[in-house]
């Protein structure tokens, strides 16, 4: 089976910096997700890791370390829409490459 | 940019009555998924569908579900008796490949069992 831990809810400042950490635990590991959610609506696609280290892309950056089972989201500058759930979410190949869900990391964003 | 579509956004049946939520992947994807997420619950993976065939079911996906492409554009999941437990919000979602690649989610069908 699989494990995967995030903190249940984060509060920041709209323009500072945040991280959101996630830990996996998983026998056929075979890349970790982040998605976005607001409230009511669909997840939305954010980064993709299967290598070590930090993919950027615009304010948001992840990180992932394998050897540790651990990954963070980091997200800069941030504004008020940012306020949503992120979800960790790890693939994996010994089941058919399915995505497993960690519970999401509630995010609000105050002025 | 494409999108998966689900209908309806929203279904209200009686327990033990049947219903099918329908969705259309995007145009040149190959795999399908449904999901679904209780409220306040995390995302859960209930089945996965690939060149006609299902690919991987999770436990939740037992004898009352069942999905179907009944033809080239339509992908379903009909649940035969609802249980007031089946209220969720179900995800539809595809992908053009299996390995490594992003899922493009619908914007959901939030089914309420009474």
């Known amino acids: 089976g699989q494990n995967i831990d995030q903190p249940t809810e984060m509060t920041a400042t709209e323009g500072a910096i945040v991280q959101i950490n996630c830990t996996y635990q998983t026998s056929g590991f075979n890349g970790l997700f982040w998605y976005q959610q607001h409230a009511g609506e669909a997840p939305t696609f954010l980064s993709y890791n299967v290598l070590d280290g930090l993919e950027e892309k615009g304010r948001f950056s992840s990180f992932l370390s394998r050897s540790k089972g651990y990954s963070y989201l980091l997200l800069k500058e941030l504004q008020m829409k940012d306020s949503a759930s992120y979800l960790c979410a790890v693939s994996d190949s010994n089941a058919g490459n399915m995505l497993t869900f960690g519970g999401g990391t509630r995010l609000m964003v105050k002025p | 940019e494409p999108e998966v579509t689900q209908t309806p956004s929203h279904q209200v049946t009686q327990m033990g009555q049947e219903v099918i939520l329908r969705c259309v992947p995007i145009s040149n994807h190959l795999y399908f998924y449904w999901y679904r997420q209780i409220l306040g619950q995390k995302v859960e993976f209930l089945v996965s569908?690939?060149?006609?065939?299902?690919?991987?079911k999770s436990e939740i996906f037992d004898d009352q579900f069942s999905v179907e492409r009944p033809d080239g554009s339509n992908f379903t999941l009909k649940i035969r008796s609802t249980k007031l437990e089946d209220s969720a919000m179900y995800f539809c979602a595809s992908s053009e490949g299996v390995t490594n690649e992003k899922l493009f989610f619908g914007s959901g069908t939030q089914l309420s069992v009474l």
């Open positions: 569908f690939y060149n006609n065939e299902i690919s991987e």
